[in-house]
């Protein structure tokens, strides 16, 4: 069995309130751990750094068909980060590419994958990169929708909302969370969490991990010291709103359209419509 653990999800789904969760039960400390310390227990597996140890250049001279080359290097090293599983944090879709999986089967352990309400997602997408609403959806809504190498970090393939969803729905050995249902009951939903790693969660310790990872305390942290981990050139705060529906406030009658005419199909068995 592998020892990856892989957190998936869409970006501004809920990826790195996970990884905060993880952080603070893990460590079952009398305050907060630190936003700027989510590297003690996960890797992002993006990070240039990791890439540079089988190719010194910059995330940004390397073509996708080199960092394809070079992730099934690169993950075998994330094995041994840690004696234990290993948490790795990953936007990617869980697909292959120059005949390379995103994910090398070989030493995963499993995925806890997270989605988000698609209107939602455009919103804050959109307020993070600095791109129109308008044009947050149409990002989302390409098959070949990607992040590009930069000095810090390697070429991601997104790919469409739908297909980004339906790739880890249907990964082997996965726990799939809904973001709503974490905002609305996160004692259920990061208990199965827990169980899905092997254990049974200790109530008070589990209550306190959650309140450490509520979202004003996360906006705090971000607001007094910063987010170290915040994209270059990002338009806005991280951690900004969180809200449910935000959508509804934010979208035209015209733009929720587009968005359920781009992913219906999978926004109906998400429940999302």
């Known amino acids: ?51 540079a140890a089988h190719d010194k250049r910059p995330g940004s001279a390397l073509t996708p068909a080199d960092v394809q080359r070079l992730r099934p ?24 590419l120059h005949g390379v999986p995103f994910c090398t089967p070989e030493v995963s352990a499993g995925a806890i994958v997270v989605i988000r309400d698609p209107r939602d997602v455009a919103v804050s997408y959109a307020a993070y990169t600095g791109m129109d609403i308008d044009a947050a959806i149409d990002f989302m809504g390409q098959k070949g ?14 790919s469409r909302w739908s297909a980004h969803v339906e790739s880890w729905s249907q990964s082997h050995r996965h726990l799939l969370l809904r973001y709503e249902d974490m905002v609305a009951g996160p004692e ?5 969490v827990v169980h899905f790693l092997g254990d049974d969660p200790e109530p008070a310790r589990l209550a306190r991990a959650i309140s450490f990872s509520r979202f004003d305390e996360l906006s705090a942290q971000e607001r007094n010291v910063g987010y170290a ?33 781009a992913h219906g199909e999978v926004m109906r068995r998400f429940g999302y419509l």
């Not at 290097?73 to 094995?79: A, E, G, P, Q």
């Not at 599983?85 to 292959?96: G, I, R, S």
């Open 73 to 96: 290097l690169v993950h075998r090293d994330l094995t041994k980060l840690h004696d234990d599983l290993v948490f790795v944090k990953t936007h990617n879709a869980n697909l292959a």
């Open 1 to 51: 069995m592998g020892k990856l653990v892989w957190l998936a999800s869409y970006p501004k789904s809920g990826n790195t309130w996970l990884r905060v969760f993880l952080h603070n039960y893990i460590t079952n400390a009398d305050e907060p751990h630190s936003i700027n310390d989510l590297a003690a227990f996960s890797a992002v597996e993006c990070s240039a750094a990791f890439f």
């Open 229 to 261: 981990a915040h994209a270059p050139g990002a338009a806005g705060r991280f951690f900004r709103a969180g809200r449910v529906g935000q959508w509804r406030d934010a979208l035209t009658a015209a733009q929720v359209a587009r968005v359920a005419a």
């Open 145 to 158: 929708a990607a992040n590009r190498g930069t000095d810090v970090q390697v070429f991601e393939l997104l």
């Open 188 to 192: 259920t939903v990061f208990g199965k």
